[in-house]
């Protein structure tokens, strides 16, 4: 489904626990990349959390910005990392905006997991290139505009 997206800091090479969003323990002293390919997922970042634990981060899923892994070192803090992640705006944010960005130059994001992610498009218009039929779809209270060429997006517009 082609290249994964990740963007890891410093954490992800320090020693610490993994555990699933929902808290239970996966391992220690793993390759949080493979765990979250071996879950499925292929569209992720790592993203460090502020203070008081800004030595561990969350592993979510881009667009959605949904929690899929923990790394810190003690299973109890899950609950109030995943509590401190949450309060971090993302959605029309510059972050959301590198997520899509990056995406669309790796070719990861398809129309299905566009739906996926944020749900339909406010509006789907269709528009031609060449041979080829583009279809455009507007997300307005994103401020996005994604153009998809057989299903992949090839390009995108930031909009107030």
């Known amino acids: 489904m082609g290249i994964v997206l990740a963007m890891f800091s410093t954490v992800a090479a320090q020693k610490k626990g993994v555990y699933h969003a929902q808290g239970k323990f996966i391992c220690e002293k793993c390759a949080v990349k493979q765990v979250a390919l071996d879950s499925g997922y292929r569209n992720y970042a790592l993203r ?8 561990n981060a969350v592993l979510y899923e881009c667009l959605s910005n949904k929690p899929i892994l923990v790394v810190n070192n003690k299973s109890a803090l899950v609950q109030d990392e995943l509590s401190a992640f949450k309060k971090i705006p993302y959605h029309n944010t510059d972050l959301f905006f590198d997520d899509v960005k990056k995406m669309v130059k790796e070719k990861t994001l398809f129309d299905i997991f566009l739906v ?6 406010s509006s789907v218009s269709e528009t031609s290139a060449g041979r080829d039929k583009i279809k455009v779809w507007a997300y307005s209270k994103l401020g996005l505009t994604v153009y998809f060429l057989d299903g992949v997006a090839i390009r995108y517009d930031r909009h107030a």
């Open 48 to 55: 460090s959390l502020p203070d008081p634990y800004q030595e």
């Open 116 to 121: 996926k992610a944020i749900g339909r498009p």
